[in-house]
């Protein structure tokens, strides 16, 4: 069972009923750029991992990767992440130059100390074995680097020698304690202390030096250039040793290195495509890894941990690497590294299934229970998906700013080319009845879809319409627009017909359902305000609902047509009951420092999330 956290809800409450949330983490992979190297951080204990995406950290256990903690703190994006030796604390770095030092072992996460080395971008960190001292370099104004007590911040030594950005640092785990640094100026720099003190730069790359790593019994130390050279030195006096495969370790540039825990190997990752283990006392390859011919699988990552191999790919793609089957994989951890838009929920098979899409185009389907996912066959939407749904055949059908409508079977789980519909402007958001039909609203037009071909658009409805949602009984369309009211249609055979209702929200329209009996009509706006009209009453105010302290932006209603859910820009999930506003369930930072982008059901007490931090969460409500 992954991780779960128990939160009571806040807000007014009835007496006698708890209403408690716990939730599963689907977190999202790493976040890679073509020709950096991502940094992937090992616990001492050799349980977790842990890289950083966005403003998030995320921790992972590494025999069960669905078990995931993300830690949302910072307000930059985050670079690089590193366990204390003691396993006690991570120290953290950002963008803006801030370092923050957090507990690992409570759920809070509770900050112990923040520092500001240097102003720029923090590029990789090191702690000396006994968690005391704290190296961290980077991309600063006058300075690229600081070595300094973790508890105190006061420095113990220089880091100097270079005139360019440092990439990667690494401390020597024994005493004598020895620092070596590579940077951009195509060096790497050597240290004695503490105090640390420069002693001599190494100039045998001749390119970028993008990762150094000490052995960890400390007797050496190796750095990985973008040359594609590895070369080997004594941990203790720095002296060269040898240059692993001769004149070139791989064909491309080298991003990563992890030395396996017995000291006597290397894992590294290039460029080229491949990782491989080198045996570093004869010098020779053992394995390499080749993980594909497209330029996603680009390896920018790696780290060897107890039995654990892991390789990252510009995919954002985490593999586990098999030292026995070296052409695949023991298995690939996929998910999304890009902001989440839309999620739909369906059963298929008696499981259920949580379909997200995302800012890059990119669909992935998760298994509600276990966390295991993938993402679909072929090629798919190559912009942002901006709504997905469920049909009456069994088929998601989703809509993306690559101006395209696309049908896909559930149970082939495959783009292939049939079940496209192109538009003739970009599509916003779409909503799906019963008989084949799928209303789409496009910027300035209403298009109507049946049996996945136009049969009818309105082209200039005279306002611009944002979302859509169709009755269950297939004939009343309600499109909501930025005028702050909701139009009604119905669908006469393949028309739209203006029905001439108005009804009013409190504000421009960000979202709008159905309850699943059609007994209702919520209607979300940017005025943090969400109304209920009954649908029997002619659509008359059922109620209003107060809570969100930002623009809502999006609502979905539960499968007991009792209790419908709403996220906004606020951070917040609130859970609200249809016969009275007060009794409300507030789900606090439910994507800390990220706006809930979307919402879904998996059943009557199970709410599914999503945000910009390209994470899933599942949350169970108790009324």
Not at 157 to 178: C, L, M
Not at 205 to 228: E, M
Request: with cysteine.
């Amino acid at each position: 069972m992954p991780y779960e956290i128990t939160r009571r809800g806040a807000g007014p409450q009835v007496p006698g009923c708890v209403c408690v949330s716990a939730e599963k983490v689907f977190a999202s992979l790493p976040q890679v750029e073509r020709g950096v190297s991502k940094i992937v951080g090992g616990d001492p204990k050799g349980n977790s991992f842990l890289y950083t995406n966005g403003k998030c950290v995320i921790l992972r256990n590494i025999d069960n990767p669905a078990i995931a903690d993300i830690y949302t703190e910072h307000a930059h994006q985050v670079v690089v992440a590193k366990y204390a030796p003691s396993g006690f604390y991570i120290a953290s770095g950002d963008v803006s130059g801030k370092l923050r030092i957090w507990d690992t072992t409570q759920k809070e996460h509770l900050l112990k100390y923040e520092y500001q080395p240097f102003a720029g971008k923090i590029k990789d960190i090191a702690w000396t074995e006994d968690s005391k001292r704290i190296a961290v370099v980077g991309e600063g104004r006058e300075k690229f680097g600081a070595v300094f007590l973790w508890d105190s911040g006061s420095s113990v030594g220089e880091i100097t020698g270079h005139n360019k950005v440092i990439n990667s640092v690494d401390i020597k785990q024994s005493r004598p304690y020895r620092l070596v640094t590579g940077s951009d100026d195509n060096c790497a720099a050597f240290f004695e202390g503490p105090p640390f003190k420069f002693k001599f730069t190494i100039s045998d790359h001749g390119r970028f030096v993008n990762c150094v790593r000490f052995s960890p019994d400390g007797n050496r130390f190796a750095t990985a250039s973008a040359d594609g050279q590895i070369f080997i030195y004594d941990g203790k006096t720095g002296e060269k040793v040898c240059a692993l495969g001769g004149s070139k370790a791989h064909d491309g540039g080298i991003y990563a290195i992890s030395w396996s825990p017995d000291s006597t190997r290397l894992l590294s990752a290039s460029g080229d495509k491949t990782s491989k283990i080198w045996d570093v006392n004869v010098n020779s390859v053992v394995n390499t890894f080749t993980m594909g011919s497209n330029v996603l699988d680009q390896q920018l990552g790696c780290l060897w941990q107890k039995d654990h191999l892991l390789s990252i790919s510009l995919s954002g793609y985490i593999n586990y690497l098999d030292k026995n089957n070296p052409s695949k994989p023991l298995r690939v951890i996929k998910g999304h590294s890009k902001s989440i838009q839309c999620l739909t929920v369906h059963k298929n098979g008696g499981k259920s299934y949580i379909y997200s899409g995302s800012h890059d185009g990119h669909i992935n389907y998760w298994d509600s229970e276990t966390g295991e996912n993938d993402s679909f066959a072929g090629k798919g939407h190559t912009n942002q998906v901006s709504r997905m749904t469920v049909d009456e055949h069994g088929q998601l059908v989703s809509c993306s700013m690559d101006d395209t409508v696309r049908y896909t079977n559930l149970t082939l789980r495959d783009y292939s080319g049939q079940g496209v519909v192109k538009l003739d402007v970009q599509p916003k958001c779409l909503a799906v009845g019963p008989g084949g039909y799928t209303v789409v609203v496009c910027i300035g037009q209403i298009v109507l879809l049946k049996d996945q071909r136009k049969c009818f658009s309105i082209d200039n409805p005279g306002y611009e319409p944002e979302v859509v949602a169709v009755h269950p009984g297939g004939e009343t369309v309600a499109v909501g627009g930025a005028d702050g009211n909701v139009r009604l249609y119905s669908i006469l055979g393949t028309t739209l017909k203006d029905e001439g209702k108005l009804l009013e929200a409190k504000g421009p329209v960000t979202d709008l359902a159905f309850s699943h009996d059609g007994a209702f009509l919520a209607v979300c706006d940017a005025s943090k305000v969400v109304t209920v009209f009954s649908v029997a009453d002619g659509y008359s105010e059922n109620n209003v609902f107060y809570g969100h302290h930002a623009k809502i932006v999006c609502l979905a209603w539960s499968p007991d047509n009792e209790h419908f859910a709403s996220g906004g820009m606020d951070m917040m999930v609130y859970v609200w009951t249809l016969s009275d506003p007060e009794t409300r369930v507030k789900i606090q930072d439910a994507h800390r420092l990220h706006h809930v982008s979307s919402l879904a059901w998996l059943d009557e007490h199970t709410l599914v999330t999503t945000s910009h931090d390209a994470s899933v969460k599942e949350w169970t409500i108790a009324y």
